[in-house]
């Protein structure tokens, strides 16, 4: 049945406005978006607020976090297991790693409750339902840029290390290049694989409830299944560097470490590859959730 938007005062006069339901496989409310902006963005605050809200640290957890993260695979992987970062110092190379692997799995765990969380909110008021994915997006954003000037900040520091204190017991071999001016591109193509995952994901948990439980697992697995914890070149058998490139996470993380640090297995194929299945990945899931949030309302 059409929601209207404010009931009329007398019967002659017209409706200011109609909302009715959309028809088609792929029709995406980008204009309605646009005039939803300041909500969106409202969206985003309220996110980084509630988050935090009661914390002592409040946001010097977007640091901490990763920053600990960085600590851990640096002991257990780097030390004890043996897995070498070749001449990057641990620092950089799990760090580079850990940032793009947050953004991805912020979108996808945070998203993937959409419907669920705002379950009221959507049932009482009407606005685009696309405009809290990319509020929770756009919070994502604010937390790797945070964890990227920490990144940078290392970097800054190792790079004087070698120019000014060179040891040559631990060499440091850091080669950043023009190639750092990809990474708006690269964020990008990850925003669209983990949106798209994302809305795949709550989609599907409207009807089947225990995703809730699996989809956090199931992006810790992903981090296994990359090359966040260990460089490629551990890995023996190209026929497996290949099934792991099929990740679309592992040429993003790997072109970012070439471009900053030096060190990356990829290839001009291998972007192009995760371009289209992100891609791929993001419209599947835009269809799926503009299928579904006209009907949510019901199953809920």
């Not at 970097?155 to 000014?164: G, Q, S, T, V």
Request: proline share 6%; aromatic share 14%.
């Amino acid at each position: 049945m059409p929601a209207l938007e404010r009931m009329s005062p007398t019967p002659d006069e017209p409706w200011d406005k109609i909302i009715t339901p959309r028809h088609g496989i792929f029709l995406v409310p980008l204009r309605e978006l646009w005039h939803y902006r300041d909500l969106i963005v409202l969206l985003a605050k309220r996110n980084i607020t509630t988050q935090y809200k009661q914390m002592v640290l409040g946001p010097a957890w977007f640091v901490i976090q990763p920053l600990l993260a960085t600590f851990v695979f640096s002991f257990i992987f780097g030390r004890l297991a043996g897995l070498g970062t070749e001449h990057i110092p641990h620092y950089l190379f799990y760090m580079s790693g850990i940032i793009f692997f947050n953004f991805f799995s912020e979108c996808v765990n945070k998203i993937a409750g959409t419907f669920l969380r705002n379950a009221t909110l959507f049932s009482k008021v009407y606005f685009p339902r696309l405009a809290v994915p990319c509020g929770q997006a756009i919070t994502n954003l604010a937390s790797f840029g945070v964890q990227f000037i920490a990144f940078l900040i290392g970097l800054a520091y190792y790079l004087a290390k070698m120019r000014f204190f060179p040891d040559a017991l631990h060499p440091v071999h850091l080669h950043p290049n023009l190639y750092i001016l990809c990474l708006p591109l690269l964020l990008i193509q990850l925003s669209l694989f983990g949106i798209g995952a994302g809305l795949i994901v709550a989609s599907l948990t409207t009807r089947y409830r225990d995703l809730q439980m699996a989809v956090p697992f199931a992006v810790q697995v992903c981090m296994f299944a990359s090359s966040v914890v260990f460089p490629l070149s551990k890995i023996k058998g190209a026929s497996y560097v290949s099934l792991l490139k099929l990740n679309p996470l592992v040429p993003v993380v790997e072109a970012f470490r070439f471009a900053f640090l030096g060190e990356g297995d990829v290839t001009r194929f291998d972007l192009l590859t995760s371009f289209v299945s992100s891609l791929a990945i993001f419209l599947i899931g835009l269809v799926i959730f503009s299928r579904v949030e006209q009907t949510v309302s019901d199953t809920l």
